[in-house]
């Protein structure tokens, strides 16, 4: 009887000691080994049921025979139980061969692991958590189930609150097998057990996916640093839109990429854990693969439009070809990266969302689709910007004095800087950290992504709201209006008040006479 169970398992040893073993080759025999295993035991067991140890295969396993009054049992085996409805064991059988079967094996945890996953989201660090167990009511292969069969399992390590399980089982084929999730849901958990629901029987395992140590101060840095970033976003915005002695081509450009920083960041920080259910995550991925795209490219335009002002020596004062040209500009800015996420998205639709983070995978070249046009924009702006400085250089002295946006070189430069900045250092650091790295280069690399990344509001501000003499104006103009606004309403308030007193005096004087007065 399980002489065939034990030479399988035989079998799956002798592999994994050859240094030329393949996935295929362990799936194979795993499958084949369960499929032994199960009907072996069950047929043995229906002469003897109960609990067994057999410490010669490796295995715990319990039988109990079925009779037609109890719904349902509960089996255990090596700490995992399986609670069942009893009466699916008359299916396909007879009455004095209705037994229901529970086996925990002891030593495949490090052979069936973590890569045998079969996920189309990814993983971080995947382990099998708990011992296999396989559940099996008659000698047929496939028993369909009334009800759903729940078992619970035993962590081999403590779960903690940085991990999320998975309810899986073995899932055969001839090319071998994958742990799959398919039928099995996950219950409840606690750091010493799992519980799940399955609707089929098969072999089972809970994998445990080990969220990475998330870094506080790295927390902080995000949350406070984004806010600000929002806020110095929010006014940029309003002014751009609202002043209008300031509107122009230049102003657009940077209104636009206002607008795709302000609501990426805020996407970010309200949607990038909201990983349930996987439908929204995959389309908060999606979305933020489309804004901080479109961000690029708004920023590549500005990048071009502060090229062709230094190179032309034009004023930002646009006649109607300036305007023929900004019809093509929102096509450009918003359709491009509607394209390139409309094209991932059919590519590869799994790919947008994680189990720990809403955003495209990093284990995939799936993450191309964004670090590729960021890559070619941060070339273009290269370019274009030791272009700008060779510009100035050689013909700063040549500008026409209504050239009034570049009239200092200091500013123009420091422009030129800081639009780089913004375009391409922050993602720069990106491409190194999707590559693996030394624990402390990657932590100097987490830590200077953050801080630059929070301070892209704070900098297009500075640069272009605070560093611009005209918005200046328009400042001073609008904190003058509610200062005299402020002025005027004291003002009426004392006037409102004096008026209220001199009523109140010629009241008195009529009440009381004079004599009356004149006696008091």
Known sequence: ?????????????????????????????????????????????????????????????????????????????????MNINCTDAFKGTTRDKSAVAIITYQSFGDILNGSFFNDERGTQEMKLNSRVVSGTISMKKKVRLSKPVFLTFQHIQPGGERTKPFCVFWEGSEEG?????????????????????????????????????VDPVLTVITYVGLSLSLLCLLLAA????????????????HLQLSICLFLAHLLFLTG??????????????????????????WMLLEGLHLFLTVRNLKVANYTSAGKFKKKFMYPFGYGIPALIVAVSAVIGPQNNGTHTHCWLKLDRAFIWSF???????????????????????????????EVSTIQDTRVITFKAIAQLFILGCSWGLGFFMV?????????????????????????????????????????????????????????????????TKMEELRTSSEVFPRRDLASL
Not at 59 to 67: H, L, P
Not at 189 to 207: E, G, I, R
Not at 441 to 468: E, P
């Open 1 to 81: 009887g399980t002489s065939k169970g034990t030479s399988s398992l035989g079998n799956i040893q002798e592999i994994l000691r050859n240094n030329g073993t393949t996935k295929e080759q362990i799936a194979k025999i795993a499958t084949q080994l369960f499929q032994e295993m199960e009907v072996n035991i069950w047929t043995e067991g229906l002469a003897s049921p109960g609990k067994h140890d057999n410490s010669t295969l490796g295995i715990v396993y319990e039988i109990k025979r079925c009779n037609e009054t109890s719904e349902k049992t509960v089996l255990e085996a090596g700490n995992n139980t």
């Open 177 to 213: 097998g994958t742990w799959s999730t398919k039928g099995c849901y996950h219950v409840h958990s606690n750091d010493s057990h799992t519980k799940c629901k399955c609707f089929h029987l098969s072999s089972f395992a809970v994998l445990m996916d080990f969220v990475p140590k």
């Open 371 to 401: 670090m590729g046009p960021v890559a070619v924009i941060i070339l273009i702006n290269l370019v274009l910007y030791f272009q700008i400085l060779w510009i100035l250089r050689s013909k700063l002295s040549s500008l026409n004095h």
């Open 272 to 297: 990038i854990n909201q990983t349930k259910p996987e439908v929204l995550c995959s389309i908060i991925a999606g979305v933020l693969h489309y804004l901080y795209l479109a961000a690029f490219t």
């Open 238 to 253: 309003l002014t751009f839109l609202l002043c209008r002695s300031i509107q122009n081509m230049s102003t657009s450009l």
């Open 435 to 499: 590559e693996e790295l030394g624990k402390v280069i990657r932590l100097v690399m987490a830590y200077t992504f953050t801080i630059i990344n929070v301070l892209q509001g704070i900098l297009l501000f500075v640069v272009h709201c605070l560093l611009n003499r005209q918005v200046r104006m328009e400042y001073k103009k609008c904190f003058s209006r509610i200062c005299r606004g402020a002025e005027t309403e004291s003002t009426e308030v004392t006037r409102s008040m004096t008026q």
